[in-house]
């Protein structure tokens, strides 16, 4: 997706701390910042291990799950993209535990032959998301919860369980108790991840990550979930400006989310810029 990382003017939104006025964002800066920053070992905390191969990181993580990114395929051509393909799944093949891989790929790398090979061997395209990217401070503007919501941090086993059942049921799966057992491992390694639920009629209604990167200017919000039902009434927006608040509170200056298209128009609205895409591929054994 080369040309995506251009300058460029937005309006920002009536009564945001900035003001009313056309503001000119470099997302050719903020798109530099996240590839030097963010694809590296920060872009997979709670890792069980990494391995690297040529320019390939090949994540594992707990519950058979193996992740494989990269800061840029170094110029390969097509043969080369074919071979590391062949290659990085070989390594996971070798692993009986490993029950399913995820390739993550980029719009605005150059990946010649990436796709075809993906599709060879036998990895699947999910849906594409967009790489929004900006400042925590254009986040945090005032927005009215509607009333009986309420904001809160979670770190409770039993909190935990019953958010991560809530966020399977908000994307149409069935609850996976192996997600709530990863996010307690976390909490209890202390690696800095927060997460927030809003809260109605003693039942979540919507949650969300904070993942502040050690090193880095960035937090990223990852997890947003909202029941149906409860769409459209400000939730995602209000958790998501309580999120950047705890960011910037934490010394990260600039917020990073992979958004559906149920998540891109709120964080759009909220001065964030759409830099580029991300598309994962997926391989089942």
């Avoid at 291990?49 to 051509?77: Q, W």
Wanted: no cysteine; net charge positive; charged share 25%.
């Amino acid at each position: 997706m080369k040309g995506t990382a251009a300058r460029r003017r937005i309006r920002l939104p009536r009564g945001h701390p900035r003001g009313n006025v056309a503001v000119v964002m470099d997302a050719a800066h903020l798109l530099a910042a996240y590839d030097d920053q963010l694809r590296t070992d920060a872009e997979t905390p709670g890792a069980v291990s990494v391995a690297r191969h040529g320019p390939l990181r090949l994540v594992t993580f707990a519950g058979g799950r193996g992740f494989i990114t990269y800061r840029s395929l170094e110029g390969a051509d097509a043969a080369a993209t074919r071979r590391l393909v062949t290659e990085a799944l070989d390594h996971y093949r070798t692993d009986p535990r490993i029950t399913r891989v995820e390739w993550k790929t980029r719009g605005h790398d150059h990946a010649p032959g990436l796709h075809e090979a993906l599709l060879e061997h036998g990895f699947t395209p999910d849906e594409p998301e967009s790489i929004m990217i900006g400042e925590a401070r254009s986040l945090i503007a005032g927005v009215t919860l509607p009333e009986g919501v309420t904001l809160r941090r979670i770190t409770g086993e039993a909190d935990v369980r019953a958010m991560s059942a809530m966020a399977d049921e908000a994307f149409g799966e069935p609850a996976d108790e192996t997600t709530a057992d990863a996010l307690l491992r976390r909490l209890a390694a202390g690696d800095g991840m927060e997460l927030w639920a809003a809260e109605a009629g003693g039942r979540f209604v919507s949650a969300g990550r904070l993942e502040p990167v050690p090193g880095t200017d960035f937090a990223g919000i990852w997890g947003g979930a909202t029941l149906k039902e409860w769409r459209g009434r400000g939730i995602y927006r209000a958790l998501t400006a309580q999120r950047a608040r705890s960011a910037l509170r934490l010394g990260k200056t600039l917020i990073n989310s992979d958004s559906t298209e149920f998540s891109r128009p709120i964080l759009e609205r909220s001065g964030l810029l759409k830099v580029s895409t991300t598309t994962p591929y997926l391989w089942q054994r």
